[in-house]
């Protein structure tokens, strides 16, 4: 049986994100994104789903260096669901999406500058602004 998970993503952070490491020292950031419908019935106001948001490793030092509440991200990773037993035995479920890439939605602007507070051993994550591409000339070199 085939199967395909993938979620795309744009929201706003609902809180400043939040960096924690597991007990093996690996990063990882949980955060709640606001999502908009896309549709309001005539006489509504408009509506959003809030989406819980795990981001692992280099993901969540990122999410947590440059992403505060109320900026806009795009995140694409798949859905899991889990569930726990709590402090009362009472069993739990949540639903979450995993995120495999976060990045930023809007132009770069001082709004996106590393959140004060912040370890500052995380790796910077700027563009050497060295390219891979290599422009062509004229379009009798495509290959196609």
């Excluded at 993938?6 to 960096?19: F, Q, S, T």
Aim: glycine share 4%; proline share 4%; hydrophobic share 35%.
């Amino acid at each position: 049986m085939a199967s395909f998970n993938k979620v795309i993503l744009v929201g706003n952070l609902v809180a400043d994100p939040e960096l924690k490491q597991t007990a093996n020292g690996i990063p990882v950031s949980s955060f709640r994104i606001a999502v908009s419908r896309r549709f309001v019935k005539q006489g509504e106001q408009a509506q959003a789903d809030f989406i819980d948001i795990v981001c692992w490793r280099q993901n969540a030092e990122f999410v947590t260096r440059y992403f505060s509440k109320g900026k806009a991200i795009l995140v694409c990773g798949s859905l899991q669901t889990r569930s726990w037993v709590d402090n009362n035995n009472v069993k739990r479920f949540t639903t979450e999406v995993v995120a495999d890439e976060v990045t930023f939605v809007e132009k770069k602007s001082g709004d996106y500058a590393p959140r004060e507070n912040t370890p500052s051993e995380l790796p910077n994550y700027s563009s050497s602004g060295e390219s891979s591409f290599e422009d062509l000339s004229a379009d009798d070199e495509l290959p196609f």
